[in-house]
């Protein structure tokens, strides 16, 4: 396994969560197993994001625990021992050096000796750590972590057992800490940012009168696999012609693109399991119809709009009421709408999400505010992607930039990416 970030990181994080959880506590996450797809088939394996989060492992059949009692801090990592047979199948595993060095974690243990441990730490007559009062899992839904057995069980399971304890959920507060991003953290999102920009550029070269969208979808995966260490796309990419650009998770890639047409993409490259998420959209041609360029710079203008708005203390809804506003205003002014109130009709998404080890980052928030009311703070990481569909105009815009949250405003951190008409239309002329 590839070390994108020191253990400094992971020991970091531990830190921050001691501090976040109450004394007499015990915080126990799984990394998952492997899901099954069909018959004896499996979907690609990778560890459950806020486990990885906290010990940098992303290798299936492992755990972690945290105990804080008072005065005194400990982590657990359990992994899978080595399996001679097992590794002629599926490759190599971590060695338990190899494990305690990704994650900086002293004590790693098998994962077949993490029941006994639990045992041990949470009977009454023998709490071997000290008294826990506090049992803090992850109430993300689904996460397999053993053949047949989804966390929801083993927390029923648990809590039965030891029905002393109260249980919290750790999703609302890792998921919190996820929020803020560290200057590490910011320079894996710029280096997916920058491949995904090589992608999107070598994708433009190959622009043609009829060419087919997965061609040009498959020109950027390979572009970015090559550049990113194969850890490919962010997301499956959309890559959308003419009024197909129209539908917004438009995933077929089937259709031929002609040249009175634009093509909107939404892609991204993944680096150190960070993710950049990018969406522009261009004349098939190399240069915009008239139309295409006044429904295309309505959009840029949003686009430029909220990252002048975005900072510290705003929320996504907000940042999201300011591009309804100025498309109800323009579009009108423009004739493509009639009323304000028909912005719903070719807007009807929001600007922005959060971003990071996820494309759309989770935010879990114990008092179940939304997350799109929850004030940006220095350290987020936002999409800023307005968009218009217009189906019987046979045109779909969206232009997305990755903006990172600073004390006083936003870095747009894809700032280097393609978008003004008159660059554009350079790039094809070369």
Sequence with gaps: MKQFLE???????RKRMFEAIKEDSLVILFAGVPKICSADEDYPFEANHNFYYLSGIDQDDSALLLYKG??????FLFVSPYDERKEKWTGKRLTYDEARELSGITNVLPRNSFETMLEK???????QLGPVSYLYSDFQSELKIAPGVEVFDFRKQLLQKYPYLQEVDADCL????????SPSEISLLKTAISITDTGIRSV??????????????NEFLHVINDA???????FPTIMAGGKRATVLHYTTLQEPIYKDEMVLMDLGARYGYY???ISRTFPICGKFSPLQKKIYSIVLEANKMIAALARPGLTLRQLNQAVIDYYAKVLVEEGIIDKPEDVINVYFHSVSHFIGLDTHDPLSCADNTPYRDVPLRPGCVISDEPGLYIPELGIGVRIEDDLYITETGCINLSSG??????????FFDK
């Design 204 to 217: 433009m070269r190959r622009f043609k009168d009829g060419v087919k969208e997965y061609e040009l979808a």
């Design 174 to 181: 890792i998921t919190g800490l996820r929020l803020v991003k």
């Design 70 to 75: 008072e005065g005194e801090t400990k982590a």
């Design 417 to 426: 990416i393609l978008k003004e008409v008159e660059e554009i239309e350079a």
């Design 7 to 13: 253990n400094t990181e992971f020991e970091a994080r």
């Design 121 to 127: 730490i949470l009977d009454p007559n023998i709490l």
């Design 228 to 234: 990113s260490g194969n850890q490919g796309l962010s």
């Design 275 to 277: 993710n950049a998420d």
